[in-house]
């Protein structure tokens, strides 16, 4: 099985002065630091068993995972209809719905592409042409069939492979923050690898302020920030996984399945803000992967919440 390296960047700034000492716990999970911050003991104790919450979710979502649900659903999803769990059916209608919805710019049916490019993984390589064409044959996302009755997923190419990296941090960060909720908690931060969940206000009745980070600086200062409570800021961005050539050239960890190349972005980095932590996660990587032009386009069109910045340094806010 093959080991993703770890990135240990945030890509977020958290202003909490004027707030009590919150209890902050981190763990390593989904391949990337995940954190949790509370502000008293109950929900503190909460925090530590959404950790386990997430591990659950990480091994039915994950694509190493051998004894994961989506594991399976990948192996044998072409040799027949395999009947999965109610959270992975949620999670892939909604990743269909995101992959028909940008044409493609996400789009869930990656994981060969992923694969053979391997980037953030011991086994990222610049693939042979030959290896490329073979591989966008793969990649149709209406050879997925999603049975809403018997909620079973089918192949109907053999050698696809469902990628869910581009939406699953976000559909994580909601489910923890609705526990928390369920569970009394008033106010914390969820942050997933730079999938940002808050909840409630500051105890003043404020909105959170978010420092989105500077991928040009090193690991150090933010270009902007952002005010929000109950509401998910999510970031895709050039920052750690890519992967370099000979001339020190950076190819990013989003692909097109349209070329089978790394994405060529005029993006930085773009956040989205939205309830919805889902689509803002799939939307993040769809922008990323579209360029400034189409992805102002896309959020005024779907009236989301963004902030871009562009790699000229400018940078842009919508609506
Ligand atoms: P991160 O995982 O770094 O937070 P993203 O949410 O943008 O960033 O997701 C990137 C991940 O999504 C990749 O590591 C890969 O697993 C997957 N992916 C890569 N290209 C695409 C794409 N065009 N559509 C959907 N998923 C993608
Ligand atoms: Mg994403």
């Known amino acids: 099985m093959r080991k993703l390296l770890l990135s240990f960047f945030l890509f977020v700034f958290l202003f909490t002065s004027c707030e009590k000492k919150p209890y902050v716990e981190n763990e390593i999970l989904l391949s990337t630091i995940c954190t949790i911050t509370t502000y008293d003991k109950k929900a503190h104790e909460a925090s530590l068993e959404a950790f386990g919450l997430i591990s659950h979710y990480e091994k039915i979502f994950s694509r190493y995972d051998e004894q994961g649900e989506l594991y399976k659903v990948n192996r044998e999803a072409f040799l027949h209809p395999v009947k999965v769990s109610d959270e992975l059916f949620e999670i892939l209608e909604q990743a269909r719905m995101y992959t028909v919805a940008t044409s493609g710019a996400f789009n869930y049916a990656i994981g060969p592409l992923v694969s053979l490019w ?8 610049f693939p042979q042409q030959e290896e490329i ?3 966008l044959g793969l990649l149709d996302w209406n050879a997925v069939v999603l049975d809403e009755e018997e909620k079973t997923v089918s192949f109907l190419v053999e050698g696809m492979e469902i990628d869910l990296g581009g939406i699953a941090k976000g559909w994580i960060s909601r489910r923890v923050a609705d526990f928390l909720s369920s569970k009394g908690v008033k106010k914390a931060i969820i942050n997933l690898g730079g999938n940002v969940y808050v909840i409630g206000k500051k105890s003043r009745g404020e909105d959170w302020t978010i420092g989105l980070q500077d991928p040009s600086f090193e690991r150090g200062g933010y270009f902007t920030t952002v005010h929000v409570s ?5 970031t895709s961005g050039a920052y750690e996984r890519f992967i370099e050539d000979e001339d020190g050239k950076k190819y990013s960890h989003i692909l097109s399945s349209e070329t089978g190349y790394p994405v060529e972005t005029d993006i930085a980095s773009v956040s989205i803000i939205s309830e919805d932590a889902a689509k803002a996660d799939a939307y993040a990587t769809a922008c990323f992967a579209l360029g400034l032009e189409k992805a102002v386009e896309l959020c005024v069109a ?3 919440e963004a902030v871009i910045l562009t790699d000229d340094g400018r ?3 919508l609506p």
Request: proline content about 0%; hydrophobic content about 50%; charged content about 30%.
């Open 118 to 125: 391997g980037i953030g993984t011991e086994a990222a390589r």
């Open 133 to 135: 064409l073979e591989v």
């Open 230 to 234: 109950d509401a998910a800021v999510v």
């Open 302 to 304: 779907e009236d989301l």
């Open 315 to 317: 940078c842009i806010r």
